[in-house]
């Protein structure tokens, strides 16, 4: 559903160039509920504008819906804007109409796309009855809470039935409780109307109740984290999530800030194939073998891996991080 391949955007300042984004890849599958996070300056909302056609990339490639972004003319971007992507804002009030009922909100969109005033009503009806505000129809915007407005914005977000639902931070203005309000709507507008969603947040509560969880960091994407139903130790039902690096089309990937400090790893690093992984060395490491074993005849152990009880000699010290692949 959403498909970027190594997509650049650089913004000029004062003769001054500044990469937003650097040759970053992204694949959404449709019906995904996705998180997209990092840090301010990271390059995340750059992206959101590309996706939402508010803004055009510098280079690249970037697809929504099989719609291509690089070479839509004003009037596609329109129509794209209208029919296939809904974008939701962090503020109400750039969502919202403050002189329109909640019923009227939702029917504007339509208006401007050109449905008959039966459909519309009906449709904004059945969008009321989903987020939960059907007795809100005939109040103003400013009438209703924080809460209420932005699940209202959520549905004037779907109203010309959009294949992809675009969100900018839409729980950064509200509490804890009425955050996770909003979030269960974006959960129900996904399972139950089969939209795709994609949500740039700070907030981990958000981050955190997602399939899938994608971190970008210096205009590239660094990490995802994934998430399924699994058992604990007592053989109860439990979460189970993994972090992964992400690997680009370039051969790329960007080792988590943690193992880099862990390790002072800096400038240059060594490696190491393996049959079903890749040692990383710092530069000042020995050299190291194919088989990656240090020269001195000792045999390399991964940073924060105990030693298998094999029989083997006493556990050797860490002097690498290990990218490796499983189940």
Not at 95 to 101: D, E, F, P, V
Request: proline share 5%; charged share 25%; aromatic share 2%.
């Amino acid at each position: 559903m959403i498909w970027c391949d190594r997509l650049v955007r650089i913004f000029t300042a004062g003769g001054v160039e500044v990469q937003a984004l650097q040759g970053l890849d992204l694949r959404v599958a449709q019906g995904e509920l996705t998180a997209l996070v990092g840090v301010s300056g990271s390059g995340k909302s750059t992206l959101l504008n590309i996706l939402a056609a508010l803004d055009v990339p510098t280079g690249g490639q970037a697809r929504v819906a099989g719609h291509d972004l690089l070479t839509m003319r004003p009037r596609d971007r329109l129509e794209y804007r209208r029919r296939t992507v809904g974008f939701l804002w962090q503020q109400t009030s750039r969502n919202l109409l403050g002189q329109l009922t909640a019923l009227e909100n939702i029917e504007l969109p339509m208006r401007l796309a050109g449905t008959g005033r039966g459909s519309r009503r009906a449709r904004a009806g059945e969008l009321l009855e989903l987020i939960g505000l059907a007795g809100c129809r005939d109040r103003l915007g400013p009438q209703m809470s924080g809460g209420e407005q932005q699940r209202l914005a959520v549905a004037v977000a779907l109203a010309n039935q959009p294949q992809v639902l675009l969100a900018d931070e839409p729980t950064g203005e509200l509490d804890s409780q009425t955050a996770g309000e909003v979030f269960a709507v974006l959960r129900t507008v996904n399972a139950e109307l089969g939209v795709t969603v994609l949500i740039v947040t700070h907030d981990e509560m958000v981050s955190g109740q997602v399939r899938r969880t994608i971190n970008i960091r210096d205009g590239r994407i660094s990490t995802e984290v994934l998430r399924r139903a699994g058992t604990d130790a007592e053989g109860g039902e439990a979460e189970v999530s993994e972090e992964y690096a992400v690997l680009d089309r370039a051969g790329r990937l960007q080792l988590p800030g943690e193992f880099v400090r862990a390790l002072d790893l800096r400038d240059r690093v060594r490696l190491a194939l393996e049959p079903d992984h890749v040692q990383v060395w710092p530069d000042d490491a020995p050299g190291q073998a194919a088989s990656g074993a240090r020269p001195d005849g000792d045999e390399a152990q991964p940073v924060g891996e105990e030693p298998q009880p094999d029989g083997d000699d006493e556990p050797q010290p860490g002097g690498g991080a290990e990218a490796g692949h499983g189940d």
